[in-house]
């Protein structure tokens, strides 16, 4: 017998409130008590962040959907970009924490503006971003970038990574030195002493959208 078909609709939903995306799916699966009510905007709504609609009118282009629960899994399933294209945004669909992807012309990447003999901006047609940075040659690869931290979901540990496709004719992208931190200010000393090795292409790995990642460092935010 399903023993939570007899408790009150409320008190279901106080409870799938507390659990995560992924064990309100498997308790609907497995119990009509859970299914009458997985669907509700009560619950899903506690699973969004709590500045979602802060987010979604940060939307390059809007998105609405008729239901939190199909806005919750829009999110996950297709990322949004926003800030005039410059971020891109999506949930993690486990656990509901915020994923951000950083565009190629917000990083500050040496000799990356007006340098067409080192670096070029085409359109990419696997790109979310209207533009991305296509490498010539350079002597030196540095490439950084920020976000604010207030951003990003607490207590949550973060990965950044660098996504890039390699060329036909790429060579001697083997190694770099990356580091993620949460900082108040920049020194640069201080940053390229605490970098880590990282194999750029034996370490990477193949995304479900055809590009590589790369992990280039990982911290907690609290």
């Known amino acids: 017998m399903d023993y939570f078909l007899l408790l009150p609709e409320g008190c279901v939903c106080d409870i799938l409130s507390f659990t995560s995306p992924k064990d309100v799916v498997i308790a609907s699966a497995i119990s009509r008590g ?9 619950i899903w709504e506690n699973f969004l962040p709590d500045d979602y609609e802060d987010i979604n009118s940060r939307y390059v282009s809007p998105r609405i959907s008729p239901s939190k629960r199909q806005l919750y899994f829009s999110l ?5 970009l926003m800030d005039g294209g410059k971020l891109s945004f999506s949930l993690d ?9 950083i565009s190629a012309r917000e990083l500050a990447i040496s000799w990356g503006v007006d340098t067409p003999w080192y670096w070029e901006w085409i359109s990419h047609p ?16 540095d490439i950084r970038g920020k976000i604010r931290t207030k951003m990003l979901s607490r207590q949550t540990d973060y990965v950044a990574y660098l996504v890039f496709k390699v060329g036909i004719m ?13 900082v108040k200010y920049e020194n640069v000393t201080e940053t390229e002493d605490q970098a880590n090795p990282v194999k750029l292409l034996t370490s990477a790995k193949l995304r479900a959208d055809g590009w590589m990642e790369v992990e280039m460092g990982q911290h907690k935010h609290y």
């Open 34 to 42: 859970f299914n009458s009510v997985a669907e509700f905007d009560v």
């Open 76 to 80: 996950c399933d297709f990322p949004v």
């Open 93 to 101: 669909k486990k656990t509901g924490k915020k994923c951000f992807m």
């Open 126 to 141: 696997d790109s979310r971003f209207p533009k991305v940075a296509y490498l010539n040659c350079v002597l030196q690869l």
């Open 170 to 182: 790429s060579c001697e992208l083997e190694y770099a030195n990356s580091i993620i931190r949460f």
